[in-house]
């Protein structure tokens, strides 16, 4: 669907072509010939510029269709992104220790706060705070390590698709 704008303008180019050919085809008719010949000459050339016209409308009007704004690339909202995978892959090394006792009970807590901080902040955008919101629940009932796992793949594919200059 074009817009009005752009087929008024079209028209408008169109009637100032066709009105442009005629007068100028007139105009040599008189010079070369007379009354016949300019008649002939301005109809011949404004009935020329008017199928010009209007076989040139389709591209005529793209050029005036306005352009698609491009959603910028929010590197911020990126990098939040990244932080977030990072911070809640390091919450799950501590509830799913490699080795017994490899992480205290403050660390523990201290990297479930970070990752439920930077999981919550505004700026992150909302299919991440998500996913991000799914992985921290299935890593926060801890039995199920395969399950936290597959979250925090699906956490993983969010971030990347989320991603503007992939």
Known sequence: ???????????M????????G??????????????????????????????GAHLS???????????????????????LADAALLCIATYQAAV?????????E????ARRHIAYRISAYEGLPHPVQTSAAAALEAIDHGGDAE????AMRALGITVYDHRGGR
Do not use: K
């Open 1 to 11: 669907m074009t817009s009005p704008l752009a087929s008024r303008v079209q028209l």
């Open 106 to 109: 403050e660390e523990r807590r």
């Open 22 to 51: 005629a007068v100028g085809g007139a105009c040599l008719g008189f010079l070369l010939s007379g009354r016949l010949a300019a008649l002939v000459l301005a109809g011949t050339a404004g009935l020329g510029a008017g199928i």
């Open 57 to 79: 409308r389709r591209q005529v009007v793209a050029l005036l269709r306005p352009a698609p704004v491009p959603t910028p690339v929010d590197g911020y909202a990126e990098g």
């Open 96 to 104: 799913f220790p490699l080795t017994p006792d490899g992480v205290t």
């Open 147 to 150: 399950r936290a796992e597959a």
């Open 13 to 20: 180019l169109t009637f100032v072509l066709v009105t442009c």
